[in-house]
């Protein structure tokens, strides 16, 4: 089993709806959360860094984070065209051996369509 | 602000060869770690940099090693190419060896025939 599970998708969705992606991870030890974002042939983009449970808000993007359930979201509202990518959930521990290391989900696509 | 610059943009190589990928971090940045994302795949650690040493190591062989400089930038070299080494090569800078986060750059695109 994967430590970090991400459905690949594909996800399609017209412009304007509230996109939901979603994560679930094994490692207890884990605490900080983050999703990236990645077009084609580009590296990934951080776009929500959050830190144990609860929400974070960032403009049009809420990342949520349920270390009960081990589970991770992220919801796009009014979604446009541009925020048609890869979109990738992470998570590392709190110290120790963690710090550098970040285990990534197998990533979601996302197409916006007009 | 300089991002996370990568060199080169592409590589291919035959099997058996060796490479050398290079990065420089984020301006402000100290450490440095390297990742490969294999075609549909999320990125995989494979080691981190900081104060010119070897900090943190993922599930890859020796074939697979590293530098750091004291300017902060970076080396990949990865000896006796396989098939398999076929991916985009990442490189992510962060501030300190703890839990700040990682910016990435765009990666080196390798190509082993």
């Known amino acids: 089993q994967k430590e970090v599970e991400q459905d690949p998708g594909p996800l399609s969705v017209p412009e304007g709806a509230i996109v939901s992606l979603n994560c679930t991870y094994s490692n207890s030890a884990f605490q900080y959360f983050m999703w990236y974002r990645q077009y084609s042939r580009k590296g990934p983009e951080l776009l929500m860094y959050t830190y144990s449970s609860g929400n974070k808000e960032d403009g049009r993007f809420t990342a949520q984070v349920d270390k009960s359930s081990k589970y991770i979201s992220l919801f796009i509202r009014d979604s446009q065209p541009s925020d048609s990518a890869t979109y990738l959930c992470?998570?590392?521990?709190?110290?120790?051996?963690?710090?550098?290391?970040?285990?990534f989900g197998q990533g979601t696509i996302l197409t916006v369509h007009p | 602000d300089a991002g996370v610059t990568q060199s080169p943009t592409h590589l291919i190589k035959t099997r058996g060869q060796q490479v050398t990928l290079r990065c420089s971090p984020k301006s402000g940045h100290d450490t440095v770690s390297w990742y490969q994302q294999a075609l549909g795949q999320g990125p995989q650690f494979i080691f981190q940099y900081y104060e010119e040493e070897e900090r943190q190591r993922g599930n890859f062989p020796d074939r697979f090693s590293g530098h750091q400089f004291p300017n902060y930038s970076s080396e990949l070299n990865v000896n006796a190419l396989l098939l398999g080494d076929s991916a985009l090569y990442l490189c992510?800078?962060?501030?300190?060896?703890?839990?700040?986060?990682?910016?990435f750059g765009n990666g080196t695109r390798l190509t082993v025939t």
């Open positions: 992470a998570s590392r521990g709190a110290g120790g051996t963690s710090y550098g290391k970040l285990t």
């Open positions: 992510a800078s962060s501030l300190g060896a703890g839990n700040s986060p990682l910016h």
